[in-house]
């Protein structure tokens, strides 16, 4: 296991001091820190080897390339992919627009069903909905239980309808932490429709727990750079080639053309044929540096890391008269992403105060409203935690409770 | 500097809301603001005294939200009541201006409004502050289009 | 006037060696090498306020929306345009997709034309073509005369026909240079069919002289950020509000929504429509500092420092034998990405021995195939300047061609 | 380190290639290959004696570009004049391990080829000095498919 005190240094923001209280950071759900590594390998780019990539015949140009498709092989170790399958967006966003646009848009049609869940965050969501329109596809969703889980009933009915050309699924919620039986999931959907594909909303599982997409099962996986370490900028798709191959192109442009005329283009090899124009390059290196970080840490200390603090959040919270933890109570079964409700106060006045404290929680959505409308709720409150977070930023999190409690209860809040 | 935001008298609105109701006899319009950003919920429901010049005869507030946006439409159902329309769009422009931090004419028509100067020093929550208001002025050009009710959803905020 | 010498300074790439020699960069018209300002700005965001922009209630994300939004205006302000029609994108490339795919393939349909110039970047060729695909208007295209010009007779002729109902244009070419009249032609597409956009490629225009989105006639106006010495993953779409609140979404996800349920959207205000999950925060950052540290020298000094340039540079080249210059030979008429042709060697060959010398150099067709075979060519070797360069620069280009020459030319090469 | 790549038997074969030729007599398959890197264009001709083991009778190369594509398609023709075609397949999957750093096995069978060697530390060179084996390759199995021409565009180089 790490030393987490000493990983800390690496991440000269954790000394930043918020409204005079030193910052206790629990918003790595929505955006990671970044280490003074990443920092540098970025840096070093724009100082030493600062170039377009690919066709360049000069030393920095042929510098960058190599960095860059070192970045693309590292991404594909990290995830069990194959490189040829790994194509760089600048957020895990578009890389679900791209799955819409390239192979919803094509291969469904009126009969077909697309399925997603009620846990899904909106870019699991809308993507689906904007190329609906063109295509004329269903769209189903599984519902989620009380105890914040798939519920598995419905799936294997709307499933056995062998309508399900596309199910999308989160690995791990944003917002409720549940980590799904993604395998599982995958396994019947291609059981029961050879031609159904699995997309895998990797944003919040990639970050914080060994991956493997083949044993998810995944055709597509998508994910972000700025959640697991790396720079803003950079997302990531990882698909099986053949699917790339056999798609059309998304987004048109320099790189991704093998000839062009103005009235006809032919297109480039995967995955060069998804990445059209000047590439996240400085992002990418980036993202290198951070999956280092991650590999030489290893993820399943991450793992065994965030499950320690999951737990301890948990028994902190339930303990607080009034605070109801959402979603899975067993930290085994869900990931570091904890909302919660204190009665009678409204999410965002909790935030509010939590920040005058140092804490930077999450208020809102989530930008997963169909799942927090489940909850009964119009928001909630959410701490997320990462690999530099401590039991003594859980503490601090029990203090912010209690002074919010405090700041509003003193004034007899009903 | 919590205080700025939470001062006394939003928390006393927020506790002890004034013209918060589901209801509101004989009202002629109503209108329902709903902002993602923090999940609120808004109902604004006038009566007006359709005079030769139309003067708000009763209003009602309900909905679930924030301190901040409650009490802010708490304070403001005060404000406004009895005042002609166009002067109670002219009292949510004076609001407005305050939310950006800009000098105010009618502090004293504000009322208790005036409590949530300090609000504009949190760009985050001037939204949760002006939602009542919004309703106000959306329900006024509301009732004037001869309709008798609307539903907005306020859109993410921006800086 | 800036002072060349110090501003140098500003940019640490410059002090590297290639191949033992100073480096000699002469291809920022392919990407522009980054100031320590920008480094600086960007590097302040991931070590005191990394957030995730909008919705947060904490201080971190408030002042990274501050940022974010800052850039925003900082864009709109540097290229005339309205804060509400500047979208930021991951590269010029994405800004022309968004307009093909939100405009062109809702709003262009069978008996259009969308009217292209054979001077253009496959980037604003390829999206054109894709949802053609779908909406099936007819492409036209201007064609390019000898010395490197739009042919405006055939323009004007097509125009005349009252069918263009989008014109998308360069407005300085990345291969020749060609400064087009994109001001007079805009307003005769605006008048031969008031229902037709001018869609304006910025991406080497933005960066080397002063824009006016007004002025230029541009509906919509692209550009990158990673040539004018920002960082890479941004690029922005200049566009008048009033179209965007009539476009459809492009990137469905996070942040461009006002509501979603599992079914249906609705979707958020513009700009923001367009920018789905999280946005390029850090690099937005980078490209305000680029864009101040640009401000700052003045782009009409930027402008006057590369004509002169541009003038030394052509004397220079057409002085030796064999070598020439394609495109207009006049440097008020043409920015800095100056390609030329030595008989009987190959661009490859050049670039590579270039390389030798410290001179970073492109061969290839610059994403411009159209072009580079109206040339007769079937790749050109390309010098481009930028603020940096010298006539030292000039000098050393001169030397590596004669190196090139005699390398070959002792050999005997035919 | 430039004269790795511009070794003086590359430059010799740049000066003075060997079996290039717009036509071949008789041939027997025509693949064309085209590289919008370096914007070379090759053409590639193979005369086939289809004995019990099919064999190249003669080889023509014709094209356009840089000096290694050129020179490597003309030192191309030499090393396999004469091999049987699963002879000549092999020698190109030589060259090719060679132009990855690997070490060859067959470094006499091919010929000026092994002049090349140098290009492998040049990875943007790499797919021009493979470009007349690759037409080989695609010529060889052309000719087994039973067809008589191909076209190829070479996609964007990958390091
Ligand atoms: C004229 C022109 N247009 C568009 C582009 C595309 O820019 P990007 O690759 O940053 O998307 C470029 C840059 O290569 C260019 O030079
Ligand atoms: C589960 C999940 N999916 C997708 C996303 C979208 O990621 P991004 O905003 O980086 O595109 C997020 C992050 O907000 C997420 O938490």
Known sequence: ?414 | MTEDLYHDIILDHYRTPRNRAAELDGSHVHVHHNNPLCGDELDLRLRVDNGSIPTIDAVAYDGEGCSISMASASAMTEAVAGRDLADAEDLAQNFRAMMHGEPVEREDDLLDGIAFSGVAKFPVRVKCALLGWMALRDAISTFRDGQDSSRVVHEEPTL
Chains 1, 3 share one sequence.
Not at chain 1, 64 to 75: L, N, S
């Open chain 1, 1 to 414: 296991m790490f030393d987490v005190t000493t990983l800390r240094k690496d991440f000269p923001i954790l000394d930043r001091q918020v409204h005079g209280r030193p910052l206790v950071y629990l918003d790595s759900a929505a955006t990671s820190q970044t280490p003074q590594q990443v920092l540098d390998a970025v840096d070093r780019f724009y100082t030493h080897y600062c170039a377009n990539v690919h066709r360049g015949v000069h030393a920095l140009a042929e510098e960058a390339t190599a960095a860059y498709e070192h970045a693309r092989g590292r991404v594909a170790a990290f995830t069990g992919g194959d490189p040829r399958g790994v194509v760089f967006t600048k957020n895990a966003t578009e890389a679900f627009n791209l799955v819409a646009y390239s192979w919803a848009m094509e291969r469904l049609g009126p009969g077909d069903v697309l399925l997603v869940t009620q846990m899904e965050h909106h870019a699991n969501l809308v993507p689906w909905q904007l190329v609906q329109r063109h295509a004329g596809f269903d769209i189903a969703s599984v519902p989620v239980t009380d105890e914040g889980l798939l519920d598995l009933d419905v799936f294997d009915e709307i499933v056995g309808s062998g309508r399900v050309k596309l199910f999308a699924v989160t690995a791990m919620s944003n917002v409720v932490g549940t980590i799904n039986p993604v395998a599982e999931l995958a396994q019947r959907v291609h059981a029961a429709n050879d031609e159904a594909v699995v997309v895998v909303d990797g944003a919040q599982s990639v970050p914080h727990m060994p991956t493997d997409v083949h044993a998810l099962g995944a055709d597509f996986l998508c994910a972000s750079g700025h959640k697991m370490l790396g720079p803003t900028g950079v997302g990531m798709l990882i698909a099986r080639p053949e699917l790339l191959e056999r798609m059309p192109p998304f987004l048109g442009g320099g790189e991704m053309i093998a000839d062009v005329t103005v009235q006809r283009s032919t297109f480039n090899e995967v995955p060069y044929k998804f990445e059209a124009g000047t590439p996240v390059i400085g992002e990418a290196i980036g993202l290198a540096a951070a999956i280092e970080y991650l590999d030489d840490l290893g993820m399943d200390n991450v793992r065994a890391h965030e499950e320690q603090l999951i737990s301890a959040c948990i028994d902190a919270l339930t303990g607080i008269d009034g605070v109801t933890v959402h979603g899975p109570q067993d930290a085994a079964r869900r990931g570091a992403a904890v909302s919660f409700a204190i009665e009678g106060l409204h999410p965002h006045d909790i935030g509010t105060i939590m920040d005058r404290e140092g804490l930077a929680v999450r208020a809102g959505h989530h930008c997963a409203k169909p799942l927090v409308r489940s909850l009964g709720a119009v928001a909630t409150t959410r701490a997320s935690f990462y690999l530099y977070n401590t039991p003594d930023d859980i503490a601090a999190l029990v203090r912010g409770i209690d002074a919010t409690k405090e700041f509003f209860g003193v004034r007899n809040v009903r």
